[in-house]
């Protein structure tokens, strides 16, 4: 290939790690290699066999670095690129995934005394269990009218650094005293490539509650805790660095890891979901893309600011400079469909899935298609792993209503592509409720795959439906970002013409089944308000039910 200018970029995913190489010019996306986290996602112990509560979800920073070593040289050599024509690094990671540190960046779970000690590891975004301590964030502000909170639609999530730190204070304040850094892995990753830790600005307006300049004051957060009064002085706040700009240059050591040169440009860290907007070519306003992998991220700019009951944030700049970035999403999407396939496939169909070549996914897909709307006389709400967006409540959980003796897998299955449609729906709906039009829908993330899913998503919300033109959004975006940061584009929209990819409109929405879909809707808002509004708590006391038994055993 000709000798031109290259960018790497490396997603941080759930389970995995990949990176691409991409063709500075136009966006080319000339290899990619993969790498599985060994230690995957610990939810029932840590590696020494240390038994988790529930609703914990860890990782080991360990396997993140694994990924730079295997999965960067790797797409190197597949695409044919001499390591002298990469001009820069960018990286992305799922939010909010913190992590407990020494000032030099060395995690506490790496310390010998600390590798037993659950609070010393990674909370990967998916830790729920500090739903408790958000619930009395979100009520404090709101008593003390804390003017960053209707920025985040009335409430901040569980997964946020906050609730997480506060969690870490309260359940394990040896460790809590031990950190010197509450850091984001966004953040980490980049300070293990280049020696310099910046906060991104995404994850510090998103999840950090970073608003005009400032964060939550040491009163609010000393009334939660008199511990917690010091928190962002003392271990949280640090430089903030702008989408796109450099955070440093590649060390040694990263270099040796990676087989990239030295010195070359280190982007500034970004978040997996709001990454992919560039990529997917989303940067005027109104252009919503839905990240759809194991949960759903929805991000869009707009130059409308407004209030969107539930949503995740919006923070000025942090999808694109000059515009208000929003985020909304679902906590259990491609994960609900995993779930199912794993406890509710049986042995008969896995036998005629095997016979016909298919994967459990695609026989039960097939048969699916085969419905009407309706047709399976089941709804159900997707909340197995709780609500972001609009409830913000991870307390809640899933449910399937309608079931019969007659009820087939397939129904199940159907239901639950259309309850996460529905999800998807009431968000969009509540951004139209607050004047903040959303005009087009784009999706990105490994389930564009699924054409039928696809179909549903544009049935139920009514839009024409885009899909990305990458099978990788999140690392094209964040090697977008690498290219400006080297210089090579003046800014991030500049780079989106050249570089991103998009089929827009390629699925339209069908009259017929659009109108059906609209009795379904309305039956899933009447439950979605039933159990998630407090009509009836019993998702609540099941799970306080379900966490007193585990605690005692």
């Known amino acids: 290939?000709?000798?031109?200018?290259?960018?790497?970029?490396?997603?941080?995913?759930?389970?995995?790690?990949?990176?691409?190489?991409?063709?500075?010019?136009?966006?080319?996306?000339?290899?990619?290699?993969?790498?599985?986290?060994?230690?995957?996602?610990?939810?029932?112990?840590?590696?020494?066999?240390?038994?988790?509560?529930?609703?914990?979800?860890?990782?080991?920073?360990?396997?993140?670095i694994d990924v730079l070593r295997t999965a960067v040289p790797e797409a190197l050599a597949r695409a044919g690129v001499a390591p002298e024509q990469v001009i820069g690094i960018g990286t992305d990671f799922t939010a909010c995934t913190v992590l407990p540190a020494l000032a030099d960046g060395t995690p506490l779970c790496e310390l010998?005394?600390?590798?037993?000690?659950?609070?010393?590891?990674?909370?990967?975004?998916?830790?729920?269990?500090?739903?408790?301590?958000?619930?009395?964030?979100?009520?404090?502000?709101?008593?003390?009218?804390?003017?960053?909170?209707?920025?985040?639609?009335?409430?901040?999530s569980s997964e946020w650094e906050f609730a997480k730190a506060l969690q870490v204070l309260e359940e394990d304040p040896e460790i809590y005293q031990r950190m010197e850094r509450w850091v984001e892995v966004a953040d980490w990753i980049v300070w293990?490539?280049?020696?310099?830790?910046?906060?991104?600005?995404?994850?510090?307006g998103y999840k950090g509650q970073y608003q005009d300049g400032g964060y939550p004051s040491p009163a609010h957060l000393g009334a939660l805790h008199p511990d917690f009064a010091g928190f962002v002085t003392d271990k949280l706040d640090q430089p903030i660095g702008q989408l796109g700009d450099q955070a440093g240059t590649l060390t040694a050591e990263a270099a040796a890891w990676t087989g990239l040169p030295e010195g070359i440009t280190v982007c500034v860290g970004n978040v997996d979901a709001h990454v992919t907007a560039p990529a997917a070519a989303a940067v005027e306003p109104g252009q919503m893309v839905a990240i759809m992998g194991t949960s759903t991220c929805h991000v869009m700019s707009s130059d409308q600011l407004g209030t969107v009951p539930g949503m995740c944030g919006v923070v000025d700049g942090g999808i694109l400079p000059g515009l208000w970035g929003y985020e909304?999403?679902?906590?259990?999407?491609?994960?609900?469909?995993?779930?199912?396939?794993?406890?509710?496939?049986?042995?008969?169909?896995?036998?005629?899935?095997?016979?016909?070549?298919?994967?459990?996914?695609?026989?039960?897909?097939?048969?699916?298609?085969?419905?009407?709307?309706?047709?399976?006389?089941?709804?159900?709400?997707d909340w197995h792993s709780g609500n972001r967006s609009v409830l913000v409540d991870h307390d809640l959980s899933g449910l399937l209503i309608g079931q019969t003796l007659s009820t087939r897998p397939e129904d199940v299955y159907r239901a639950l592509l259309e309850a996460t449609a529905f999800g998807t729906r009431t968000i969009i709906d509540a951004f139209e409720?607050?004047?903040?039009?959303?005009?087009?829908?784009?999706i990105a993330g490994g389930l564009t795959k699924n054409a039928l899913l696809m179909q549903i998503y544009a049935d139920v919300t009514g839009r024409p439906l885009g899909v990305i033109g990458s099978a990788q959004g999140p690392a094209l975006g964040a090697a977008m970002h690498a290219a400006v940061a080297a210089g090579a584009y003046p800014d991030i929209r500049a780079a989106a013409h050249a570089m991103g990819k998009v089929h827009r409109g390629l699925y339209q929405p069908d009259p017929q089944r659009a109108a059906a879909y609209e009795r379904l809707y309305a039956e899933y808002r009447v439950l979605h308000d039933y159990f998630g509004r407090g009509t009836n708590d019993v998702m609540r006391r099941l799970r306080r039910i379900r966490t007193e038994v585990s605690a005692s055993s």
């Not at 389970?15 to 190489?21: I, M, T, Y």
């Not at 293990?192 to 510090?204: E, I, K, M, P, Q």
């Not at 005629?352 to 709400?381: C, D, F, I, P």
Request: glycine fraction near 10%; aromatic fraction near 8%.
């Open 433 to 442: 409720s607050a004047a903040v039009p959303v005009r087009e829908l784009i």
């Open 328 to 381: 909304a999403g679902q906590s259990g999407v491609g994960d609900i469909f995993g779930w199912f396939v794993r406890t509710g496939f049986p042995a008969e169909y896995a036998e005629k899935a095997a016979a016909a070549g298919q994967s459990a996914h695609e026989y039960l897909t097939e048969l699916a298609a085969r419905q009407k709307v309706g047709e399976h006389g089941l709804v159900a709400l």
């Open 1 to 64: 290939m000709p000798e031109e200018p290259c960018v790497v970029g490396v997603d941080f995913g759930t389970l995995s790690g990949r990176a691409v190489v991409v063709r500075v010019r136009d966006g080319e996306e000339l290899a990619s290699a993969e790498h599985a986290y060994p230690h995957a996602v610990l939810d029932r112990e840590l590696p020494d066999g240390t038994r988790l509560p529930p609703d914990w979800a860890l990782q080991v920073p360990s396997d993140y």
């Open 112 to 156: 010998p005394e600390y590798t037993a000690r659950p609070h010393a590891y990674v909370k990967l975004w998916r830790h729920h269990a500090a739903q408790g301590q958000a619930d009395r964030i979100n009520a404090l502000a709101a008593e003390t009218k804390e003017p960053w909170l209707p920025r985040y639609g009335g409430k901040i």
């Open 192 to 204: 293990r490539l280049c020696g310099t830790y910046v906060r991104n600005a995404c994850t510090a």
